[in-house]
């Protein structure tokens, strides 16, 4: 086992200025199951890459353990990776494919027959050793493909959205066998995906990049309390984070008849950030008329336009933009219908209108 550390490594694409990975400083414990998360172009993909040897660095250097490997080889870097397809030998069964990587490198046949064994138990494919892929489902196929990363016992996994070829039901059941399994092997794993929900259920921290910058490192209890700027803000949590640009006036930010006082430092405008389930139906505050009710049993969520038009929406243009209310499920309002909402001030979240960073 080993940490792995990126210290300010950069990578610049031929042809391009700006960097797809741009000075990149982020450790993972020893241990730890990190995942890295962003929208599509962020640089996640690009930084997993690096780790591996994939991608080459321009700037900066990555660490495995004691060792600088950023001029090392993949194959002698003592990683493991698994990719978005599953990428397995059609000819070979499943024990075959899962012990293939030992047998290129010498492995004696007892030795790869125990390894698989082991791995195979911890995945459930005891009974499914002698099928060839085509006679698996595409969960199946997912282990077989994490077993033959696990037979390697390397020091650092390196997994690449792997569950984006599931349908969603699957997705959920074995994101939450895999970061079981993580916890119960204890190896560093460095983990990438688009999806936020998925990062927040399975990452021991959470690395959210945009544009190449690493935005925020935390716990992912820490990102949704605590996000330091706008961005992650919005794109932690779901629903999304409401996120109105109010004007200040007197020393507080007004959203509609509610007052929200911002420190001394804000301007003219700031950011008034509050998740859905921050707000609650009132008499004073500011009015939402109500375009699209999603009852999930129970859950309710009113989507609707602020009805004065001072409210801008910070991350969203004024035709697509939402407020998003969390509802009592078994009294929602009807659409078309303008409802009044204020905001519980301890889930208020403000920031800086014009660099986005966090004021409280």
Not at 3 to 23: L, N
Not at 72 to 85: E, G, H, L, N, T
Not at 140 to 163: K, S, T, Y
Not at 346 to 351: G, I, N, P, S
Request: charged letters at 25%.
């Amino acid at each position: 086992m080993a940490s792995v550390v990126f210290d300010k490594a950069s990578r610049i694409y031929p042809g391009t200025t700006k960097p797809a990975v741009d000075k990149l400083d982020l450790t993972v414990n020893d241990g730890e199951f990190l995942v890295l998360v962003g929208p599509s172009g962020c640089g996640k993909s690009t930084s997993l890459r690096m780790l591996a040897g994939l991608e080459e660095i321009d700037t900066g250097s990555i660490r495995i353990g004691d060792k600088d490997v950023t001029n090392v080889a993949p194959k002698d870097r003592d990683i493991a990776m698994v990719f978005q397809s599953y990428a397995l030998y059609p000819h070979m069964s499943v024990a075959e494919n899962m012990g293939f990587a030992l047998k290129i490198a010498g492995i004696d046949k007892a030795e790869r027959d125990r390894r698989v064994t082991e791995a195979a138990k911890l995945l459930d494919l005891v009974d499914y050793l002698d099928r060839k892929p085509k006679a698996l489902s595409g969960g199946q196929r997912q282990r077989v493909a994490m077993g033959r990363a696990i037979v390697r016992e390397p020091q650092v996994f390196l997994m690449d959205e792997p569950l984006s070829n599931l349908d969603a039901k699957l997705r959920v059941a074995t994101r939450t066998q895999i970061a079981a399994l993580q916890r119960r092997l204890g190896i560093t794993t460095v983990y990438v995906t688009h999806d936020q929900v998925e990062a927040m259920t399975m990452g021991d921290r959470v690395a959210v990049l945009k544009d190449g910058l690493l935005q925020q490192v935390d716990t992912p209890r820490n990102l949704y309390e605590k996000p330091q700027n706008a961005f992650v803000a919005g794109f932690i949590g779901s629903p999304a984070m409401n996120l109105l640009t109010a004007p200040v006036s007197g020393g507080k930010a007004m959203l509609g008849g509610l007052g929200i006082a911002v420190p001394g430092s804000a301007g003219a405008s700031v950011t008034v950030g509050v998740r859905p389930e921050g707000f609650a139906p009132s008499s004073t505050g500011f009015e939402v008329l109500v375009e699209v009710v999603e009852e999930l049993g129970a859950d309710a969520f009113v989507y609707g336009k602020p009805v004065d038009k001072a409210l801008k929406f910070a991350n969203a243009s004024e035709e697509l933009g939402q407020v998003i209310v969390r509802w009592d499920p078994k009294s929602p309002p009807k659409i078309g219908q303008t409802v009044t909402v204020t905001a519980n001030t301890d889930a208020v979240h403000l920031f800086d209108a014009a660099s986005g960073k966090r004021l409280n």
